[in-house]
Structure formats: structure tokens, C-alpha cells
């Protein structure tokens, strides 16, 4: 269900502004929005965000953002990977295309305070899908409890 569903059916009074995090390899939403257009392409770049870089964006994500009176934000890896490790201090594992909602929240800090009502960043996917694509400095865990376990506890100093 959707957020115009849930306020049609009563379940919400408003609806969120909605705010698109995309990888700055290729961030087209955000390009389309600069343009003042609906749709753009970009031509991608590489970047660790694998699972959501898009070269071109959709017309229902533009209309989603502008209706709810959201904006894009274009964040570089070394954001996510920041996002990445800061929610790893904090216990939760997350794919690097999965930070993108807390490193967007991170970039828009400074505006958070004049926004009204509760602030909502979604993290999906799981860290496993990752191993691909770690820094040199975050350690890689065996895909196991026990590997991950032993990480968390020898590299992070979080007891499990």
C-alpha cells in the first residue's frame, strides 16, 4: 500500500515528504529535478551501490518526490561507506546500497531541524550481499553467524 492509499483510506492525515537517495555515479532523478524535466539518462559510472544505480529514472519516482514536495540527493560511495560503518558500530550490517537513506539523512542534517513531524530513513538489504565489495579497512567476515560474531566482537568490541 501506498502513502496516497493509507491517507485515502484514513490510516494517515498527510503524507511524508519523500526524499530519493541515489548514488552519484549516475543519480538521473536528481538530474531530471535540476532540468526542471520529468526523465533523464545518465550514463552510469561504477560504484559499490550496484543494487540501486540506475542510468535512467522513473516517472512515477519523479512524481512520487514532487507531489510529496521531496527532493534527490546525489551521495558518493565514501558517504554510504561512512553510513555503512557507523551503522555497523551500531550492530546492524547493511548492503552498501542499503545506507543510502542514512547517509542521505546524514547530508541533510543541517535542514532536519526546520522539518515538521518525525524523520524516517529506510535501510534495507543485508551486509552478506556485499562481500564483494569491501573496503581495505572493514573487515570480511566468513558467511556464518560465527564469522560475523567473531568480527563484531573482535573489530567492533560489541558483545554478542
Known sequence: MGFKEMAELG?????????ACEPAAAAPLYHALEAGEALAHVEGKDTGAYSIV?????????LAVTESGGR????TDPDMLAAQRAL??????AELS????????KALAG????????????MTSIGFKDQGYLPDDVPAPEP???GVSRVLQQDYGLAI
Open 11 to 19: 490510516v494517515t492525515d498527510r503524507l511524508p515528504r519523500l526524499i
Open 54 to 62: 540506475v542510468d535512467d529514472n522513473s516517472y512515477r519516482g519523479y
Open 72 to 75: 534527490a540527493v546525489p551521495l
Open 88 to 93: 555497523g558500530l551500531s550492530g546492524l550490517w
Open 98 to 105: 542499503g545506507t543510502a537513506g542514512v547517509a542521505g539523512l
Open 111 to 122: 535542514e532536519i531541524g526546520q522539518w515538521e513531524g518525525p524523520v524516517v530513513s529506510i
Open 144 to 146: 556464518t553467524w560465527e
